[in-house]
């Protein structure tokens, strides 16, 4: 994984100390809360309902034992002893006092972390596929390209007050688990008929109030040009995204008005031109440099594990969470790890110090000290031998991470919603736990198979409920906390925006709600489908019957 050099932590170490400055002013009141705004934003800060929130960077979702174990320590000492994993692979803490902000960054810069860039009108954190550098199917570690695109963006002089926030997602895979048709520039890395990587720039996705899905802008861009094409594409939006209406200023809005080939012939004109100034050309000799800090493990040589099947065969349990959340790792012998943070009926993406401490510990002795955070809102550990999968499972199960769940119904995506965020007009973790509990059952889970189920407290959509196979909406009516649900959506690689079913539901009726869709689901799947292939062959109409004849 990167690491810093001295300029990084130079960087890091003086933004520290100058927010440290700017605290101090907003306490004694020389600074009041409309002047220090934006400053703590730059910060990563945020003023929720009933405290402030300080979201920290976790760039492509990729962090060391060491990293965590600073995480966990600042839970520990500066918050309520827990936090909470984000779907933008980014950490949040929930309850910190202003008073010991400038403290908790000075200890994230111990570590190579900070919190720039995870709020306000730039670039935000990049994210990534969170099988990096260890699925079969990717043709480059997008992590690479990730970094490089990230050191590119920090602090950009013509990027720090864009329009809007602007969020980029990578994968290198044809399987995208990085969602990234519904990012403001979405990359897919894969090789030409020459062999040569190219990358497929696609631009115009989003979710919140008026969800896109992007378009393809820029395609077989090469290596080189990478930037220069990123560059060209962030010009053309500063230059024309809206500013005088906040619910229109992201680039996906640009794209609907202008239309995807005007913006392709926008971004073309101006590539040409970045391009002749020479000055983001993207050397091999930096692409070189940065894939080192990305180089593959000290894998051993091994066979798949033959006592597996074996442990499989004495535990059901752990053949269970076996068969779910581990999933195939490009080299013999090794897996891809999953640890759920959505137990039943907990709270979907929270993990508390000692968890957190606990899979730092294991990630070091087991998985080459490395952690993956996903925007699933689960971690990964993505270098386990087969041989260490049954201790690794009883570890988890004694600290109650070995939730057997991904991919199922209860591995729900959950914004905090109003518990916490002041913008929300519902609450989401109740509606999450009640689903939860109400599917509780492993062997019905399975019986349902993939099934994507995502919540959002508001419009913002920061539950991701547009893409969800069944997404559900709070809202308010008269200040009465209602949930509207959509059905079809998909942030994989044949993206989707869910369709409403109909009128919303009482917080009360939504678990009936999603068992009564479900049900239906099971009459009328053919074998092999999905929820999501049932819906998408027999389109909305049974469904809608089905829930409203109920209801």
């Known amino acids: 994984m990167y690491r810093y050099d001295e300029f990084d932590q130079k960087i890091v170490d003086e933004r520290v100390e100058q927010f440290r400055g700017q605290v101090a002013r907003r306490l004694t009141g020389e600074l009041n809360e409309d002047q ?26 990729t962090l060391s034992s060491r990293q965590l174990r600073m995480l966990a320590h600042i839970a520990r000492k500066y918050d309520k002893d827990y936090a909470h994993f984000t779907t933008r692979q980014n950490l949040q803490y929930n309850w910190p006092k202003l008073a010991d902000i400038p403290d908790i960054l000075a200890d994230l810069a111990t570590v190579e972390m900070h919190a720039i860039q995870t709020s306000g009108n730039c670039i935000r954190n990049v994210t990534s ?86 378009h393809l802008i820029g395609e077989g861009i090469q290596a080189g040009d990478l930037l ?19 619910y229109k200023a992201r680039i996906k809005i640009l794209v609907h008005q202008i239309g995807p080939e005007e913006m392709r012939k926008q971004v073309a004109a101006e590539f040409v031109e970045v391009k002749a100034q020479g000055a983001l050309a993207l050397p091999q000799a930096e692409i070189d440099r940065i894939q080192a800090y990305f180089a593959a493990p000290a894998f051993e040589t091994l066979r798949d594990d033959a006592l597996l099947a074996q442990q499989k065969a004495q535990n059901k349990a752990f053949a269970a969470w076996h068969d779910i959340n581990v999933s195939p790792h490009k080299m013999p012998g090794y897996a891809i790890v999953t640890i759920s943070l959505k137990p039943i ?36 550990l993505a270098h386990v031998k087969q041989s260490d999968l049954l201790v690794l499972w009883q570890k988890l199960d004694a600290a109650g991470l070995a939730t057997a769940n991904y991919g199922l ?24 736990q009640a689903v939860s509990k109400r599917f509780a059952d492993l062997d019905r889970q ?28 709070g809202v308010d009516k008269k200040g009465v906390e209602f949930y509207q649900i959509t059905l079809g959506g998909s942030g994989d690689e044949t993206a989707s925006i869910g ?8 917080e009360n009726e939504v678990a009936d709600a999603v068992e009564s869709l479900v049900d239906l689901y099971l009459n009328l799947r053919q074998p092999g489908e999905r929820f999501l292939d049932t819906y998408r062959r027999t389109g909305i109409q049974p469904f809608r019957e089905k829930l409203y004849a109920a209801h």
């Open 409 to 432: 119904i209860t591995d729900i995506i959950a914004c905090p919603g109003l518990d916490y965020c002041d913008l929300a007009n519902a609450r989401s973790i109740n509606v999450a």
């Open 228 to 246: 220069a094409y990123l560059e060209a594409t962030m010009r053309v939006y500063n230059q024309y995204g809206r500013r005088d209406n906040l």
């Open 129 to 214: 596929d969170h099988f990096a550098g260890a699925s079969a199917d990717e043709v480059d570690d997008p992590r690479v390209w990730s970094e490089i695109i990230r050191q590119w963006s920090t602090f950009h002089p013509e990027f720090s007050f864009l329009p809007r926030k602007f969020k980029i997602a990578v994968t290198a895979a044809p399987k995208d688990r990085a969602a990234i048709k519904v990012h403001d520039i979405g990359i897919v890395i894969r090789r030409d008929a020459s062999g040569t990587l190219a990358f497929d720039v696609y631009v115009g996705g989003g979710q919140g109030r008026t969800p896109f899905v992007a």
């Open 36 to 61: 220090f705004k934006p400053l703590r934003l730059m910060n990563g800060l945020y003023l929720q309902l009933h405290a402030y929130m300080l979201r920290v960077a976790i760039p492509y979702g």
């Open 345 to 380: 009926g907990g709270v979907p993406g929270d993990a508390s110090a000692d968890q957190m401490d606990l899979v730092a510990d294991l990630a070091e002795t087991l998985s080459f000290d490395e952690i993956r955070v996903s925007h699933e809102q689960n971690l990964v």
């Open 499 to 506: 369709d409403i079913i109909g009128p919303a539901f009482a």
């Open 446 to 473: 399975r019986n349902i198979g993939e099934l994507k189920l995502k919540i959002s407290g508001c419009i913002n959509a920061c539950g991701h409920h547009h893409v969800g196979h069944i997404g559900v909406l």
